[in-house]
Nanobody
Framework: QVQLVESGGGLVQAGGSLRLSCAAS????????MGWYRQAPGKQRELVAV???????NYAESVKGRFTISRDNAKNTVYLQMNRLEPEDTAVYYC????????????????WGQGTQVTVSS
């Protein structure tokens, strides 16, 4: 099976920085893309940034210029560097990936991390 394990959340003051990591492990054949979503209390889960394998990176308008997504393909890991954090960035951040496993079919499956809390104080 495939697992996504996140790390790096926490409490930070407005204007500060945090770096999230998400490592995929298990029976991985290929990864189509990896990305980050977030969900604030009382709100729907929203896309933060996504990085397709060999494709164009996309960011939510609200984080452009402040957040940077990157990947280490050798480690099956995706990172989210978050700078100039704002209280509005407070949310649970989820790693998401579309992965083909060795035991799965030709269509990649969706996998989610357990979520990591990011809290930005004003």
């Amino acid at each position: 099976q495939v697992q996504l394990v996140e790390s790096g959340g926490g409490l930070v003051q407005a204007g500060g920085s945090l770096r999230l990591s998400c490592a995929a492990s298990g029976s991985i054949f290929s990864i189509n893309f990896m990305g980050w979503y977030r969900q604030a209390p009382g709100k729907q889960r929203e896309l933060v940034a996504v990085m397709p394998t060999g494709g164009t990176t996309n960011y939510a308008e609200s984080v452009k210029g402040r957040f940077t997504i990157s990947r280490d393909n050798a480690k099956n890991t995706v990172y989210l560097q978050m700078n100039r954090l704002e209280p509005e960035d407070t949310a649970v951040y989820y790693c998401h990936a579309k992965i083909r496993s060795w035991s799965g079919g030709p269509v990649p499956d969706d996998y989610w991390g357990q979520g990591t809390q990011v809290t930005v104080s004003s």
